[in-house]
């Protein structure tokens, strides 16, 4: 399938004035998490609300990290979703749950994500 990035905006989901962009994300259906550097989220005031939840990374290392809410947006679909407080060293990832909420799919062929539907009948 390949790889490819996008923009991606984040709001604080209670100040919403209080963004940042990230301008290259990694798609990544395989993550069922978002995962956004935490220096971006704390600039913002986005809060951990769970802490030391566990993950298992793709190479089975585990790892600890704290999770809050955030807005995301791409493009004109935006959806609010927990994201990973991602520290040094971690993917900043577009995982599966945000593209749910987004009701965006890759499409693979194009490299760039693409409305779910439903579509209008022909």
């Known amino acids: 399938m390949g790889t490819f990035h996008i923009s991606c905006r ?7 004035d209080r963004s940042i962009c990230i301008s290259k994300m990694l798609v990544d259906t395989g993550s069922e998490y978002t995962w956004i550097p935490a ?3 704390e600039t913002i005031g986005v809060v951990r ?3 030391d ?3 298992v990374m793709a190479n089975g290392q585990c790892i600890t990290r704290s999770v809050g809410f955030a807005v995301l ?3 004109r679909a935006f959806t609010i979703d927990e994201v990973v407080f991602a520290e040094p060293g ?3 990832l577009l995982g599966a749950r ?11 062929s194009r490299k760039k994500l693409v409305a779910a539907g439903p579509h209008p009948a022909a």
Do not use: M, P, W, Y
């Open 10 to 16: 984040i709001e604080n989901h209670v100040h919403r």
């Open 39 to 41: 220096s971006k989220l």
């Open 49 to 51: 609300e769970k802490k």
């Open 53 to 55: 939840l566990q993950f």
């Open 73 to 75: 947006r791409v493009e």
């Open 90 to 92: 971690d993917l900043v």
């Open 98 to 108: 945000t593209l749910e909420g987004l009701n965006l799919v890759v499409d693979a």
